[in-house]
């Protein structure tokens, strides 16, 4: 399985999209999965967000299968998900943070989990593979 974790803006598309790429190229099922806060007011979330509903069209359009969570730890909420898969995950891809700052939610999967390969979409729209062992993007994808 490739797992493609987003967050709810229309831009997450060309991960999704990468993802299914990858998803054929290895003859592997896609699951997209994003992680919105949990509401602190004890109103209940909705899935009523026009990225989210756009890039839900995406996957559906690429046949793969499309989950939210509303929890306030994402890793937290991620790996629950990695973990309780009877698929093997062949990899993850996540997005280059904006701002050019450290992805912090990139540094906790790795952490837990150093035997999933990890890809970074670049804000080009160029996949890289991250080397786990110095936390760096590679130049290139093998």
Do not use: W
């Not at 698929?87 to 992805?103: F, H, L, T, W």
Request: glycine fraction near 6%.
């Amino acid at each position: 399985m490739i797992l493609v974790c987003v967050t709810d803006q229309t831009s997450c598309e060309a991960q999704i999209r990468a993802g299914a790429r990858l998803g054929l190229q290895l003859k592997s099922k896609v699951h997209v999965l994003s992680v919105m806060p949990s509401r602190s007011d004890g109103q209940v979330n909705t899935l009523g967000s026009p990225a989210l509903e756009y890039l839900y069209e995406i996957s559906r359009e690429v046949h793969a299968e499309m989950n939210v969570f509303f929890d306030n730890d994402p890793v937290s909420c991620v790996m629950h998900y990695i973990n309780n898969q009877t698929d093997s995950i062949e990899g993850i891809i996540v997005g280059q943070p904006k701002d050019g700052s450290s992805n912090r939610f990139l540094e906790r999967i790795a952490a837990d989990r150093s035997d999933l390969p990890i890809y970074m979409m670049s804000a080009s729209g160029i996949m890289l593979p991250v080397n786990l062992e110095t936390r760096q993007v590679s130049r290139q994808m093998s």
